[in-house]
């Protein structure tokens, strides 16, 4: 449904995308994932066809012709894209017509989106006055006006606060059951990311990696064991058999068994290690795996 | 795509927002009509300055409305305009009919002050200063749609706004007859479109000796108000 191929844009003199390709099948969700500045918003740009790439193709819902893509795709921004000074109704309505929509049927559409997402009633209510979480939900009705096949949200939950960002994630899993959707979602938030079926790890402008949650967190495999010390370079030389990530004030280990590892280390290491926290491999490991960054 | 639809919700757009904003519903009715007296008085007559008032009023409307195209780029509504299938035309058709017939209707009001001078108020004049306040408008709200485009800050704007509109509406015959003035100033309004755009106003009101003819004006006019649309459409993406 979405594939882009060898896609490359610069700012100036600095490389935002180098050779970025993926594939997106049809009704599935997939992620970007990616720290600030990794590129992931530059890549929904491209694929929200407001930004021409340097070189490569991209292909949306079979179309690669922008003007065609842009019928084809509901498209929620990082920030908001409503016009603060009208009514709820008043935005629905100009969003509908900048896709060619009117009439009664158009009309009934946005009642039912508004019923769908819990915004029913407040119609004439200028949208400055509604909450960051409600006027998120806006957002996404809005793109969803034109009947898209695809649907690009980048960093939809930025700025919301964390029950906000609960509702938002529940909604979106509401939407997933309801109807056949392809999406492709820009995060840096975990528990977004391991929402998707299948995730694109960017770093640097560039794919290091990409599968499954499950799969890209096999890649790592046993426990996570993380040392809280103000001399990491010490520990990590203390096991030179592990494979050691060292950072300010910490390090990391990946072991088969978890609490028998930290427990030896403690012993071992009095006083150097100052916390230990033991967990399964998240996301963010296997992003520090393959980048040596976190997110 | 529906060409029409798009262009018709931005124009709605900007009267939604024009009524929403008390502030500058009581400076459409208030601010010209002073603008006028005040100078026109200063003039010693409300007759010679009349014309300039409403070629000032006109422009000061277009060119505000017009800033608020960076507004929507700041807000984010630009980019789910942009992102929409509108054809580019009709997006800025739109936008430039929205703030030119606010500026146009400010003018017409300012109009309604014709009958406290000496000008001519015949139905014919009236209907003609009409059309020649609606190309005024149209050329510099068009003008500002390319300028606006251009620049990501209301500071900017207003900057290059000075630089080259107020002084392009100071050489339009608004405040000194060109006639009479040295050489280079007669060369120079002869490029200006607002030296057309007053003279046009002139010619329904006061027609005098030395004003370029009716048809001349509405060529000039006609030939900028379509350079800034094609600028427009082509800095539209």
Known sequence: MVSADSIRVDYGARRALDDVSLVVGAGEWHGILGPNGSGKSTLFRVLATLLK????????????????????????????????????????TAQGNLYGLSGARFRERIGKLLWQFHLNGRENEPVNQLSGGLARRVEIAKALLHEPSVLLLDEPTTGLDPTARREWLELLTDLRHERELTVLVTTHILDEAERCDRLTLLHEGRVVTGGTPAELK????????????????????????????????WVRFETPNGARFAAQAADALPGVIQTIAIQKPTLEDVFLRTTGARL | MNFLLPAWALTRREFQRFWGERSRVAGFVISPLLFWIVVGSGFGNLDYFFAGALTMTV???????????????????????????????????????????????????????VFFTTLRQDALTLAGVAGALLLTALLLTTVSYVIAWKLSSTQAFHAVINLLLVPAWMLSGAIFDPLFSFLWVRLLVQFNPLYYAHSLVRQFLAPGPGLPEISNCCWALATSIGIGAVLAVRSTK
Not at chain 2, 80 to 88: G, M, Q, Y
């Open chain 1, 53 to 92: 790439p340097a070189s490569g193709r991209f292909v949306v819902a079979g179309e690669t012709d922008p003007a065609r893509i842009r019928r084809r795709i509901g498209v929620v921004f990082q920030s908001q894209s409503l016009d603060q000074k009208l009514t709820l109704a008043q935005n629905m």
């Open chain 1, 218 to 249: 096999g890649q790592v495999g046993g426990d996570v064991v993380e040392f809280g010390t103000a001399d990491p370079a010490r520990v990590a030389a203390q096991y030179p058999m592990f494979e050691a990530r060292v950072g300010d004030g």
């Open chain 2, 59 to 113: 422009m000061f409307s277009a060119m505000f409305s017009m800033m608020s195209l960076i507004e929507d780029r700041r807000e984010g509504f630009l980019l789910s305009v942009l992102v929409s299938p509108a054809p580019r035309a009709s997006i800025v058709v739109g936008k430039v009919a929205g703030a030119a017939i606010l500026a146009w209707l400010q003018g017409l009001f300012v109009l309604s002050g």
